[in-house]
């Protein structure tokens, strides 16, 4: 695991938690160095603060997403809603606001890595793909195509995609979106779902995805 933030004290005791955990952790201070640290390690997870010298955590997150898909917890001291929605952009699995509970990033953590091995142990043996309306979800090579337009869509976004397409037209309440898709089982967290809705909007189109007030969202598809 490679822990990324320039600030010594922090990055310590978030490495110092993790090691804790029963986690093998090495950590990084600037850009070029994560980037540098990920190549000849490979992490099954990076925690990556989004302000660092050399280049942001957001180019950080690009590059290394870039060569291979890693699990990405950011750290930011901006609760900025553009600015959530830029890492989830870049590829960031999830995002955590300084100053944050050493308990939740270490659920959090752990919530990533059940994530990769359930995708990992459901990949479908078979070519296989959801179809609703004008949306094809293919999930075996996971990619998506709306008419005649394919979508690119970071990991998360897919999987909530494609948990959405799975089960067309139900309203699909926040909490069990964030156990399902995210695998948190406290309820926490629905600004996490919102903001990576309003993703899957901007790039799929906002009339594909209905809120259901009160309850969550549904996938709102032409019978």
């Known amino acids: 695991m490679l822990v990324v933030d320039d600030e010594a004290t922090i990055c310590e005791a978030v490495a ?6 029963g986690f093998d952790v090495v950590t990084a201070s600037d850009g ?14 990076l925690v990556l603060d989004v302000m660092l010298p050399g280049f942001d955590g957001l180019e950080v997150c690009r590059r290394v997403q870039a060569s291979r898909p890693v699990p990405v ?4 001291a901006r609760a900025d809603e553009t600015d959530m929605l830029i890492g989830l952009g870049v590829g960031a699995d999830d995002y955590l ?4 509970s ?16 359930r995708a990992h142990e459901t990949a479908p043996a078979e070519p296989g793909g959801l179809a609703v309306g004008d949306l094809e979800v293919d999930l075996v090579e996971r990619r998506v195509r709306r008419g005649a337009d ?3 869509l970071t990991r998360t976004e897919f999987d909530l995609l494609a948990y959405f397409a799975s089960r067309p037209r ?9 156990a399902e898709v995210w695998g948190w089982g406290d309820g926490a967290g629905s600004r996490t779902v ?3 809705v309003k993703a899957l909007r901007r790039k799929l189109g906002g009339d594909l995805i209905r809120t259901v007030h009160g309850v969550g969202y549904a996938l709102d598809v032409q019978r």
């Open 194 to 196: 919102d903001s990576h």
């Open 97 to 100: 606001s300084k100053p944050f």
């Open 16 to 21: 110092a938690r993790l090691r804790a955990e």
């Open 102 to 117: 050493m308990r939740v990033l270490v659920a959090r953590v752990h919530a990533l890595l059940r994530r990769a091995d």
């Open 150 to 152: 394919e979508i690119h």
């Open 32 to 45: 070029p160095a994560a980037v540098a640290v990920c190549e000849a390690s490979s992490p099954d997870v």
């Open 170 to 178: 139900a309203a699909i309440a926040r909490e069990a979106l964030l």
């Open 73 to 76: 917890l950011m750290l930011t």
